[in-house]
C-alpha cells in the first residue's frame, strides 16, 4: 500500500475559508469537519474553526503514528485533551458551542481495517460486490422535536444546539469534549475483505444525501477522474439545485474526500 496522498483535492466552499482538514500516513487516515460557529456566537473562544481544526488534526496524527496499539477512542481522547490544552486562558471551553470538528477516521492494523466517526464525516467501505456500507453519525438528525429556523439556511438554532451538543441524547463533536472519543461509533473488517475505502467530509457525501447518487458511482466516478471529478460533481448538483432552502445547511460546503485501496492511496 502506497502512503502519501497524491493529487490532494480538499476545495472550500466558494467565499470562505476551508475549515476541512485531511491527513495520510502509514496505515492510517483522517478527515475532519469543523463545527461550532454561529453568526454573532463565538462558542466562548477567540479562534478561528481552522485553528481549532488544524491542532486537533495534528494531535490526531501524531498519536495515531506514535500510539498504533492504542484503541482509536483513546487516541481520540489524547488528541482532545490536547487540542484543549492548547487553548489559552482567554477561551471557555465548558461553553457548549466551542469549535470542533466532526471526524472519520480509518487504520489498518492486525489484518484489520479500523474506524471511528463523529459527526457527518463518511467511511465508506467498497467490498468488492454489492453496494458499499457507510458510516455516518447521523445523530443530529434524528433529535426528536428539534425545533428550525429559517434564515439564509435551514438550521438548527444555537440556542436549541447548545442544550443537546456533546451531550447524552444529542450529538457529539471533537474538540472541547473529551467524552465525545467513546460516544464516537467505531468498528473493524478484516482487510482482506475490503476492496477501497472512502472518507469524506459532508461536503461530498451530500452526492448521495441530498442528489440521489449511489455510493456505487461515487467509486466509480472517482475511479475513473479522481476525487477532481467528485468535487466538480458536487459543485455541478449545487449550483443546478432548484431549491436548496429544503436541506438543512449551507447551499455550498468545504469538500473532502480521500479514498485508499489496499494497493494505494489517493485523495
Request: net charge negative; with cysteine; charged share 25%.
Amino acid at each position: 500500500m502506497c502512503t502519501a496522498p497524491t493529487r490532494p483535492q480538499p476545495e472550500a466552499a466558494p467565499d470562505g475559508p476551508n475549515e476541512d482538514h485531511f491527513a495520510v500516513g502509514d496505515g492510517w487516515a483522517l478527515v475532519l469537519d469543523g463545527a461550532g460557529r454561529y453568526p454573532n456566537e463565538s462558542g466562548g473562544c477567540i479562534h478561528p474553526v481552522t485553528w481549532v481544526v488544524a491542532r486537533l488534526g495534528a494531535h490526531l496524527s501524531r498519536h495515531l503514528a506514535e500510539r498504533p496499539e492504542q484503541p482509536l477512542t483513546a487516541i481520540a481522547r489524547s488528541a482532545i485533551e490536547a487540542t484543549m490544552a492548547d487553548h489559552g486562558p482567554a477561551c471557555d471551553l465548558s461553553h457548549p458551542l466551542s469549535p470542533g470538528a466532526t471526524a472519520a477516521i480509518i487504520r489498518l492494523r492486525d489484518d484489520q481495517v479500523e474506524w471511528l466517526v463523529v459527526g457527518d464525516c463518511a467511511v465508506v467501505i467498497d467490498q468488492g460486490q454489492g453496494e458499499p456500507t457507510s458510516i455516518i453519525d447521523d445523530r443530529v438528525d434524528r433529535l426528536p422535536g428539534a425545533p428550525v429556523v429559517e434564515g439564509r439556511v435551514r438550521t438548527y438554532s444555537p440556542a436549541y444546539v447548545a442544550t443537546i451538543r456533546n451531550r447524552p441524547g444529542g450529538f457529539w463533536v471533537l474538540g472541547a469534549a473529551p467524552a465525545a472519543a467513546e460516544h464516537a461509533l467505531t468498528g473493524a473488517l478484516p482487510q482482506r475483505s475490503v476492496t477501497q475505502i472512502l472518507r469524506c467530509t459532508d461536503g461530498v457525501s451530500r452526492l448521495t444525501e441530498r442528489y440521489g447518487w449511489g455510493w456505487s458511482a461515487v467509486f466509480a466516478l472517482c475511479e475513473e477522474g479522481g476525487p477532481e471529478a467528485l468535487i466538480r460533481a458536487v459543485r455541478s448538483a449545487e449550483r443546478d439545485d432548484p431549491n436548496p432552502r429544503r436541506w438543512r445547511g449551507k447551499r455550498h460546503d468545504d469538500a473532502t474526500v480521500v479514498v485508499l485501496r489496499m494497493d494505494q492511496v489517493y485523495a
